[in-house]
């Protein structure tokens, strides 16, 4: 039996900070969960689901400083958006398209869009567009002397595009403070790994970037914190950029419109549930002393209740007004006629 004192924490995480990250884990996997249901109900067009990520998006979250650090996400950064401040309501209204949607006034798909409360960063659903976006923002800090570094999510479907090799580069020969973090599920929607490319890890291109590159089991919380805390005072420090790969695993198909039955083995798709970060959380703050039955039961109807109350919240919201589709919008047609 490990014992309570066998646990060792990097710098910077406590007992306490994460109890906290497990519990905004169950409420992230109970939202994620009631989102998929409202899609299948027809109240949400779309979602990418974030269950087998969670643990990788809190732990990179809890290396950084929300007060100071950018932010540029994509399409499956639930978990992470809620470690950043964003509500289970205001998610729920992006998702369910209602009037008052704060990313982007129900004008994108669900989580695109600048949030005006956290430092978010609206992105294009292009794939990995965000990397030279990143790169860019980061630059632009380090020249006007701002203490802040750059944390760019992206999936490994992303390291395929050219945007992630251009960032890279930049960011090597310049030595701005980014660090990329890929989260690495091993599928980009349909294509495996091993079709996307030559190489087992995404970590090892570092090397060709003049760039430290780690890879870690991103259903280990605290592992997963100390990787991205280390690269995060490098890129502090002036050390320049990092790339953290992150391996998890996307437990659920790649939208709610795709089916990964189709091109995953019924094995794969069995193996890959040894892979939850939640019970896998669970179980180690169990074996270490820090979570019990009494919390355990607590966290889970909390969270049950504030994702009842947010669609609750959500759904008596009415719709965006026909009239409104134009606003904030500008529209170029033929002959160059615009409005606003």
Not at 22 to 51: E, F
Request: charged share 25%; aromatic share 6%; net charge negative.
């Amino acid at each position: 039996m490990t014992s309570a004192a066998d646990l060792r924490l990097p710098p910077g995480l406590t007992r306490e900070r994460l109890l906290d990250a497990y519990k905004t884990m169950c409420l992230s996997r109970a939202l994620d969960i009631r989102i998929w249901t409202l899609n299948r109900q027809g109240k949400a067009a779309i979602a990418a689901s974030a269950q087998g990520h969670e643990a990788a998006q809190i732990a990179t979250v809890m290396a950084t400083d929300p007060a100071r650090d950018r932010y540029l996400i994509y399409y499956r950064q639930l978990t992470a958006m809620l470690m950043l401040g964003t509500t289970p309501t205001e998610m729920l209204t992006q998702f369910l398209a209602r009037d008052g949607e704060i990313l982007s006034a129900a004008r994108q798909f669900p989580l695109h869009g600048a949030h005006p409360r956290v430092d978010l960063f609206s992105f294009s659903n292009v794939v990995g567009t965000q990397l030279p976006q990143a790169v860019g923002v980061a630059l632009a800090d380090k020249m006007k002397g701002r203490d802040a570094v750059t944390i760019s999510f992206f999936g490994d479907g992303a390291a395929s595009q050219g945007d992630c090799h251009e960032a890279m580069n930049f960011a090597g020969i310049h030595k701005v403070p980014v660090v990329f973090l890929c989260e690495n599920n091993r599928y980009a929607i349909s294509v495996p790994l091993e079709q996307q490319m030559p190489v087992e890890s995404i970590a090892s291109r570092a090397f060709a970037y003049g760039i430290p590159g780690v890879e870690v089991d991103g259903t280990d919380i605290v592992a997963s914190y100390e990787a991205v805390k280390e690269a995060v005072d490098r890129a502090r420090s002036g050390g320049g950029a990092s790339l953290v790969e992150l391996r998890v695993e996307r437990l659920l198909p790649h939208t709610t419109d795709d089916d990964h039955t189709r091109y995953r083995a019924e094995e794969d798709i069995e193996r890959m549930r040894d892979m939850d970060p939640l019970p896998i959380t669970e179980q180690m703050l169990r074996r270490h002393g820090i979570l019990d039955d009494a919390t355990d039961a607590e966290f889970k109807e909390a969270a049950r209740r504030a994702v009842d109350d947010a669609t609750d919240e959500a759904e008596a919201l009415p719709f965006p007004a026909v009239g409104d589709m134009y606003s904030g919008v500008l529209e170029s047609g033929v002959g160059g006629n615009s409005h606003a």
